[in-house]
Nanobody, 116 residues
């Protein structure tokens, strides 16, 4: 079983920055991809960014050029650097991990609030 621990959310003014971290632990042989979803009140959960085992990255259009996902493979940890934050980035951010021979694991969620 894979466990995820997130950190780094909080309150920030528009234009500011935050960095989210997500550490995976457990009997992990290999990770296919990890990333972040977010869900704002009254909206569906959406994929924000993900990084694959080969280091490839994908972003939702609304965050391209502002957010950067990275990883520390040795620590099974991914990071989401969020710059130039906007009010509409306010949401609960959920880390996920898709590891070989494991169901997708989810973090507990971390609140990001951007004040306008």
């Amino acid at each position: 079983q894979v466990q995820l621990v997130e950190s780094g959310g909080g309150l920030v003014q528009a234009g500011g920055s935050l960095r989210l971290s997500c550490a995976a632990s457990g009997s992990i042989f290999s990770i296919n991809h990890m990333g972040w979803y977010r869900q704002a009140p009254g909206k569906q959960r959406e994929l924000v960014a993900r990084i694959t085992s080969s280091g490839g990255t994908n972003y939702v259009d609304s965050v391209k050029g502002r957010f950067t996902i990275s990883r520390d493979t040795a620590k099974n940890t991914v990071y989401l650097q969020m710059n130039s934050l906007k009010f509409e980035d306010t949401a609960v951010y959920y880390c996920y991990c898709n590891a070989v021979q494991h169901p997708t694991a989810w973090g507990q969620g971390t609140q990001v609030t951007v004040s306008s």
